[in-house]
Each structure stands twice: as C-alpha cells, then as structure tokens.
C-alpha cells in the first residue's frame, strides 16, 4: 500500500465511489455545458449521480456549474 492510499485510509468519513462507465458520458455532456475540462467534468458526474452539491476545491472552474456550492479559502 502507497503512502497516498494510507493517508487516504486515515481520513474519518471519507468513502471512495466507483467510477462507472455512464459517468464518462455524463462527464462528456457536463463539460461542454459548463467549459469543463475533463476530470472537472468527470468529477461533476460522479458528484451528481451521488446527489453530492458541495465541493472544497480551489478550482474556480467548478462556480461555472450551477448545481454545486463551492468551497474554497
């Protein structure tokens, strides 16, 4: 196990999600409609099949996607 993949295992309510095939399609689609690049996109796909609208992120690309709420310092 990798130094990432443990400090991953140390954060308290994190839970990873599978990537699934008609994600990448709902990516495709998200990124041309919010000028997205591709993994923005692909996480704007997952976060909406997961019914999750908040994200911490200092990328300013996510505000252009109307259904999250961004969080940022």
Not at 22 to 46: I, K, Q, S
Request: aromatic share 8%; with cysteine.
């Amino acid at each position: 196990m990798g130094i990432f993949n443990e400090f991953i295992g140390t954060l308290s309510g994190l839970r990873l999600v599978p990537v699934q095939p008609d994600d990448y399609f709902l990516a495709a689609e998200l990124g041309r409609d919010h000028n997205l690049l591709p993994n923005d996109a692909l996480h704007l796909a997952v976060m909406r099949c997961m019914q999750i609208i908040n994200i911490a992120t200092r990328d300013s690309n996510f505000e252009r996607a109307d259904e999250v709420v961004v969080w940022s310092q």
